[in-house]
Nanobody, 115 residues
Framework: QVQLVESGGGLVQPGGSLRLSCAAS????????VGWYRQAPGNQRELVAT???????NYADSVKGRFTISRDNAKNTVYLQMNSLKPEDTAVYYC?????????WGQGTQVTVSS
């Protein structure tokens, strides 16, 4: 069992930045992929960004050029740098770590973009 704890969410004005962190209780170096997903009220959970064990990244079209995902295997931590935030980025952001057999989710952190 791997526990994931997200942090870094909050209220930010449009155009602002936030950096989310996801600390894992276990090693993420052996994970096939780690990623961030988000869910806005009334919407399904959607992919934001993923990064594989080989450091290949994938982003939702809506965040390309604004968000950057990274991982620090030594700290077992995944980051999401979010720049030029828009009101439509408002959602609960979830961290996911996918191993060969099991997949784990964090509890989520709220991001609200509003003036």
């Amino acid at each position: 069992q791997v526990q994931l704890v997200e942090s870094g969410g909050g209220l930010v004005q449009p155009g602002g930045s936030l950096r989310l962190s996801c600390a894992a209780s276990g090693s993420i170096s052996r994970a096939r992929a780690v990623g961030w997903y988000r869910q806005a009220p009334g919407n399904q959970r959607e992919l934001v960004a993923t990064i594989t064990s080989g450091d290949s990244t994938n982003y939702a079209d809506s965040v390309k050029g604004r968000f950057t995902i990274s991982r620090d295997n030594a700290k077992n931590t995944v980051y999401l740098q979010m720049n030029s935030l828009k009101p439509e980025d408002t959602a609960v952001y979830y961290c996911n770590v996918q191993y060969s057999v099991f997949s784990y989710w964090g509890q989520g952190t709220q991001v609200t973009v509003s003036s």
